[in-house]
């Protein structure tokens, strides 16, 4: 096994003492890193304090949270990170969804210990390909991608996210902060949806139980309706040493942006009405705001923050 491979860490995750003992005993005397925890609040507490894991081998049967809620969560905070699940004929199946899920593997018990070292060892060196990948990022000058859609395909979450992972791969900023930028490309990509192709009055949409279930309603129905769901929306996102943009086009009719933008291209101050939050909150993460004169172009421009 390579030197880069012993470096690896690895941690258990079981609550059967003697197969963590055998793990760890097995994958210490291999050279690897390994920590163990019996359940699965364990584990993600050694995930928490700063320990640093390239790969969990963990069981699906766990006292209190399962393996499943444990994959869930690291999904969600450490996406980067494989899991490789440990199960019993019984909950073969349920493996085997979850894969679907996001784990990276699975093995069945009761197994032999080379079995796990070929199914670990595949998944550490998928994971360090995908790092080498992620760092030919860092040394882009320039990026740009185009998108359209039809309104029925637009998944915002989605696509923010996939920007969000460029401006991570191009550590345009800490990775506590690229959230924020999520959040401001799923906003303006909802608006051109809601408020841009589908035609949704924003005056309608607010924190009213009533009011939210005539929202919905008719935005539901407008998304059977090939006038309003067949319109496209365009998105262009660019990236360079010193900024990214990112645009925002859709084909509804356009709004009056004058009263949100001022002269300096920033976001003025709105009222905190429901559907004006989403403007307050790309106020306080961009740094200008461009429309066109119509109304249904919009573009975010965010200038790299300067290291501290």
């Known amino acids: 096994m390579d030197s880069q491979v012993k470096r690896q860490n690895i941690l258990i995750v079981d609550d059967d003492e003697l197969i963590v003992s055998l793990l760890v005993e097995y994958f210490s005397d291999l050279g690897y890193g390994v920590g163990a925890a019996y359940h699965a609040e364990e584990a993600i507490e050694k995930l928490n304090n700063g320990n640093e894991f390239n790969l969990v081998l963990t069981d699906i049967n766990l006292p209190g949270k399962s393996g499943l809620e444990l994959l869930r969560i690291i999904n ?85 996210k996939e920007l969000a992972g460029i401006l991570y791969k191009m550590q345009f900023a800490p990775e506590e902060e690229i959230k924020k930028y999520e959040l401001a490309f799923t906003e303006t990509i909802i608006n051109s949806i809601e408020h841009g192709n589908l035609e949704l009055p924003s005056s309608i949409k607010s924190n009213n139980l009533l009011e939210m279930v005539e929202f919905e309603e008719l935005r539901e129905k407008r998304l059977q309706d090939p006038q309003y769901a067949g319109r496209n929306i365009t998105l262009t996102f660019e990236i360079n040493r010193e900024l990214f943009s990112f645009t925002c086009q859709d084909e509804g009719k356009g709004f009056d942006w004058h009263q949100y933008l001022n002269a300096r291209h920033k976001l003025a101050e709105v009222n905190s009405k429901s559907h004006g939050r989403g403007f307050m909150m790309v106020r306080h993460i961009i740094d200008e705001v461009y429309f066109n004169e119509r109304g249904n172009i919009i573009t975010l421009v965010k200038y790299r923050p300067v290291a501290g």
């Not at 796990?116 to 882009?140: G, H, I, Q, T, W």
């Open 76 to 160: 969600e905070t450490k996406s980067d990170l494989p899991v490789i699940l440990l199960t019993g004929l019984k909950t073969l199946d349920t493996a085997l969804s979850a894969l679907k899920s996001g784990a990276e593997d699975y093995i069945t018990k009761p197994f032999d210990l080379l079995t796990v070292r070929k199914v670990v060892e595949k998944s550490l060196k998928k994971r360090n390909r995908s790092k080498r990948k992620d760092k030919v990022y860092e040394n882009a000058l320039t990026f740009s991608i185009q998108f359209r859609f039809s309104t029925i395909e637009l998944d915002p979450g989605i696509v923010a």
